[in-house]
């Protein structure tokens, strides 16, 4: 699993349960999930009219770069990619 959750932002609560509902579902069927890494996250509703809403392109760049990062111990089947918005999704 890879994940944009953070606590700063309310969009984003939901998704601080989602690694242990999904590692109990993929024990439930014999396997195992693994928790792989955060990406970083903004919210450029949140940061519109102020200095850091120039990152919001360039930070695309880095969440995939960060997940590929989190991924890359070459022991995963598959991955799970949670992400907020267009923005931060991990797999963009």
């Known amino acids: 699993m890879v994940s944009a959750y ?3 932002l309310s969009a984003h609560q939901p998704y601080e349960v989602y690694p242990d509902k999904i590692r109990k579902a993929v024990e439930k069927v014999g396997s195992v999930a693994q928790f792989a890494g955060g990406v970083p996250a903004m919210c450029d509703g949140v940061t519109q009219g102020q200095p850091g ?3 919001s392109l360039m930070s695309r760049d880095v ?3 960060s997940a590929a990062v989190g991924l890359s111990h070459n022991m995963f089947d598959s991955a799970v990619m949670m992400g907020i918005c267009d923005k931060i999704v991990p797999a963009s």
């Open 53 to 55: 809403m120039d990152l």
């Open 63 to 65: 969440i995939a770069m």
């Open 6 to 8: 953070n606590d700063m």
